[in-house]
């Protein structure tokens, strides 16, 4: 392959991996189709536990509930959670079933396989490995750490009480 053609199959990517964060708000959307960003829930003075998902994995519905009591412990404190579905809008029913099965008490997101993918290794630097994926920020909304697989919730607690509590 030539310079020249080699150089015109990039140029899309490469434009793509330039644009700026806001350009990647319509990856998610909540519930109701509104697009959302996680600027809107990071930053708030509490950690943000963000639990990335797909309403077929296993874990995930293995380890949700951890999450449910998490937010019931932590809400009102310290840190919150937020779910983000990576069931797209096209399986919006079998997320919700998921939120309704397991209780769900904390915000939740939507977005396109691809897109949640994209932006999990956009935001880490890391290749995103699958569901479920954890992403933790600081009360002053900067990513403390990005964790593919099972994340216990009292490793969550004992990395935000090294790292600070509230202040963090």
């Known amino acids: 392959m ?32 509104k697009v959302r960003t996680l600027d809107e829930y990071a930053g708030k003075g509490k950690w943000l536990v963000v639990m990335i998902w797909a309403s077929d994995c296993g874990v995930c519905n293995a380890e949700v509930h951890n999450y449910v009591d998490f937010q019931t412990f932590h809400g009102d404190g310290d840190a919150t959670v937020i779910g983000i579905s990576m069931d797209g809008m096209a399986n919006k029913r079998a997320a919700e079933a998921f939120i309704k099965r397991h209780a769900v008490n904390f915000p939740n997101l939507i977005g396109a396989p691809q897109d949640v993918a994209a932006l999990y290794t956009r935001l880490t630097g890391k290749p995103f490995v699958g569901t479920p994926s954890f992403l933790l920020y600081s009360p002053a909304g900067q990513l403390k750490a990005g964790q593919a697989g099972a994340v216990p919730t009292d490793v969550i607690e004992d990395f935000i009480k090294t790292h600070g509590g509230a202040k963090g």
């Not at 053609?5 to 434009?15: C, H, S």
């Open 2 to 33: 030539t310079k020249t053609r080699l150089g015109k199959r990039l140029l899309p990517l490469l434009l793509i991996l330039a644009l700026p964060a806001a350009s990647w708000a319509g990856a998610l959307r909540d519930f109701d189709g």
